[in-house]
Structures are given as structure tokens and as C-alpha cells.
């Protein structure tokens, strides 16, 4: 815990610290139980637990009688009683939900895209899919902290400003946090997709385990979330974790950057549509050309079955080669493209990245699925809202202990 703060700096540290604790017991905790994990003393653990019931934010939620002396009474959170707003803006598709206080998704939608518009215009249409998902999902207003904004980098992280996403040039240069919180009127964060997504992964993971680990994010592009000693890792710009330019296969095809066979560009869903034979859709969108190569491969097809085998075995080595860099506990993967090929890749990547040569790892490296799934960047957005906000709202400030 830290310690020298001044008083209302520490009264809002145990407020989220308590907050956080009961979040992630969904069977509830008494204020015994919590004074033991958090070395407050009774008389604060009072106060702590009064204001966030006077927030609405918990309610006490029966009695257990275990062993000697007076029955403990529960407190758990309460869900609805705040939500978030989480968006992903993405090359294939754009993503909104809203999660409510423990995470979980209450409404989902995508963002219908118009080509060619201005910025003011991309903002005023994601500025009209918050209003319509609020409403549909009759959340009063009032209750909602503000809106996460997921994108591919590189972008300014200081002033909430996409700088040149390469594959959302539409989006270049446009201050979205400026310019969709004066549009909205709600608080907006924006967050790297790749960090957003391992920030989803750990407010799902109750456990609090997820420590060390990293989050293979494989969609249009690919990039890696990272985690360390339980908290996000952004680099000095927030642009942390570009793994496209990671060599996994020296006879893979040729990259911009002047190397053959880049993680990017080897796993890209254009790569393996043309290494299986497709013909590319005209529309460009890449999703029945992947759904079919993984039926092909499903039902026995021995080029599209190599073809998918190769892509888990390039990820694997992208994520061998950074594993022997940061030596983590857990690789997370998920994003769009992964979801869809993920019953014929996971096989592979864990297989491999547990017995590859070029491995130094000296314990096993958990291999899993993201427990959220496709949306989990936009919904990784939200959260960090959710964390945002309950950090620095300041009514909040104002409280001493
Ligand atoms: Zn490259």
C-alpha cells in the first residue's frame, strides 16, 4: 500500500482497493474478511464500506454464520449500479458494448462505417452509437462513468489522438478523446487495442493470477498486450507491444520493412487466403474466405490444413522469441481472426510453443483462449473506464477518512 499520501489521496486507494476485493468475489465478503486482506482496521473498513454503500456501488447481501461469535454480514457488489461504455475501432469492423460494474457485457452492437468521411463525421457516428446503445439498453445516462476507445496504434497517448493507424486511415490524426468527449459529454479514454485487451482478460480473471502474461492479439493486425507484476505495460508512449516485425519464418513472404516473413505479414488473413488458393472477395472483407479455409481444414483438406498448421506454428515462434525476452507466466489468445480459426490453431501454438528449440523458459508457459472473446478489446476499453473512473471522480477527492 502506498504510504505519504495525504489523507483523501489514501481514502480513495482503499475505496477502489476494497471496491476491487469485492468485485472480484462474486460470492461476497464480510468486512471481517476484507480488514484481513487489507490490513485496514475496523473503524475504516466502516467508513470505507458506508460511502461505497452510500454510492450504491454495494449492498450487504445476507448473513454467514461461520464458527463462533456474531453471523457476517456479505457485502456484494452491485452491478448496475454504474456502467461503461467500450468501443473498438477496428479495420474490419467497429465494436461498441456496454459492461456494467462487474464487466459483464449488457449490450452489444457494431457501428455501421461510412467510407470517406470526414473525422468530424466517424466521430459524430460513434457519437450516435453510444446514445443508441444506451438508450436501447435503458441505462439512465447519469449512470454511466464514460467510454473506453480501443484502437490500433500508433497513437498519442497523452492527448487521446490516433496518429496514423495503418489500417484506419480515416482515422489519422483525429483527437478523439477531445473530440468524442465534447460530442458525448461523457469522460473518454483511448487505449492501444492490444492493451485493452489484456486489460479485459484481467478484470475477467477473478483469481487476480493473471500476473505476468501476455495477450496474442490476432485481428486484422496483430499485436502483443503485455502484462507485468499484475499491471499493463504501455511503454513510455503507450505504444507498447508491436510484434508485427518479429522474423518467425525465414521462407515466409516478403514484408514492407525489406525482411521475408514478419509475424504480420505471415499470419495477415490475406497471406493465408493466397497460400490456400483463394481468390480474394471483392468486397475485401476477409471473414467467409477464413470461416471456409477452417471448414476446409476441418473436413480433411491437406492444403488448408498445412496452410493453418504453418500460421500456428509462426505465432508460436513470435511468442517463444518474446517469451524468452519477458519470461511470463500465461499467453492469452484472442481478437477477431483468432476466434475464427481458433479450433484449428490452438492445437498447434500450444503444442509448439511449449517444445520449440529456440525456447529458454524453464517452467511450462500456460497456453489459453481469451475468457472474453471477440469483443474483448472494446470490452477491455470499458474496464479501464471502469478503473479510470473510479480512480479520479472528483467527488471522490473530496472524501477523508
Ligand atoms: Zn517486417
Redesign the pocket.
Known amino acids: 500500500m502506498r504510504t505519504g499520501a495525504n489523507l483523501p489521496a489514501v481514502g480513495e486507494y482503499n475505496q477502489t482497493l476494497v471496491l476491487d476485493l469485492i468485485r472480484r468475489a462474486p460470492e461476497g465478503l464480510s468486512r471481517v474478511e476484507l480488514s484481513a486482506r487489507t490490513g485496514l482496521s475496523a473503524q475504516t473498513l466502516s467508513n470505507v464500506t458506508r460511502r461505497l454503500a452510500d454510492e450504491g456501488l454495494i449492498a450487504e447481501a445476507g448473513k454467514v454464520i461461520s464458527g463462533p461469535g456474531k453471523p457476517r454480514t456479505l457485502l456484494k457488489l452491485e452491478p448496475r449500479s454504474r456502467f461503461a461504455v467500450g468501443v473498438h475501432l477496428d479495420p474490419v469492423v467497429d465494436t461498441i458494448v456496454v459492461v456494467d460494474m462487474a464487466g459483464d457485457v449488457v449490450a452489444h452492437d457494431e457501428i455501421p462505417r461510412r467510407h470517406g468521411a470526414a473525422p468530424a463525421e466517424l466521430i459524430d457516428d460513434v457519437r450516435a452509437a453510444v446514445d443508441r446503445i444506451v438508450a436501447e439498453a435503458e441505462i439512465p445516462r447519469e449512470l454511466v462513468l464514460g467510454v473506453g476507445v480501443a484502437a490500433p496504434g500508433p497513437f498519442d497517448a497523452r492527448g487521446g489522438r490516433l496518429l496514423d493507424p495503418p489500417l484506419l486511415p480515416a482515422w489519422h490524426n483525429v483527437h478523439v478523446r477531445e473530440d468524442l468527449g465534447a460530442a458525448t459529454g461523457l469522460p473518454v479514454i483511448v487505449e492501444k487495442d492490444v492493451t485493452a485487451a489484456m486489460v479485459g482478460e484481467m478484470w475477467f480473471d477473478r483469481s487476480d493470477a493473471l500476473t505476468d502474461a501476455m495477450f496474442l492479439y490476432y485481428g486484422a493486425g496483430v499485436g502483443l498486450g503485455v502484462a507485468i507484476g499484475g499491471a499493463p505495460v504501455r511503454g513510455r508512449t503507450g505504444n507498447a507491444g508491436g510484434i ?2 518479429v522474423v518467425v519464418d525465414p521462407d515466409g513472404p516478403a ?3 525489406g ?1 521475408r516473413g ?1 509475424l ?2 505471415s499470419i495477415e488473413p490475406r497471406t493465408l487466403l493466397a497460400e490456400a488458393g483463394y481468390v480474394p472477395a471483392e468486397t475485401g472483407d476477409t471473414r467467409p474466405d477464413l470461416d471456409r479455409l477452417v471448414r476446409d481444414a476441418a473436413a480433411g483438406g491437406t492444403r488448408a490444413g498445412d496452410v493453418l498448421r504453418r500460421a500456428g506454428e509462426r505465432i508460436a515462434r513470435a511468442l517463444v522469441v518474446t517469451n524468452n525476452l519477458l519470461d511470463v507466466d500465461e499467453v492469452v489468445l484472442g481478437g477477431p481472426v483468432w476466434e475464427r480459426l481458433s479450433e484449428v490453431l490452438v492445437d498447434t501454438v500450444s503444442a509448439r510453443v511449449t517444445s520449440d528449440p529456440v525456447s529458454t523458459a524453464t517452467r511450462a508457459i500456460t497456453v489459453r483462449l481469451s475468457r472474453v472473446g471477440a469483443d474483448v478489446a472494446a470490452v477491455g476499453a470499458a474496464c479501464l473506464m471502469l478503473d479510470g473512473a473510479f480512480a479520479a471522480r472528483p467527488a471522490r477527492m473530496m472524501i477523508a477518512i
Open positions: 508485427a516485425h514484408c514492407e520493412c525482411s514478419c504480420g505479414v
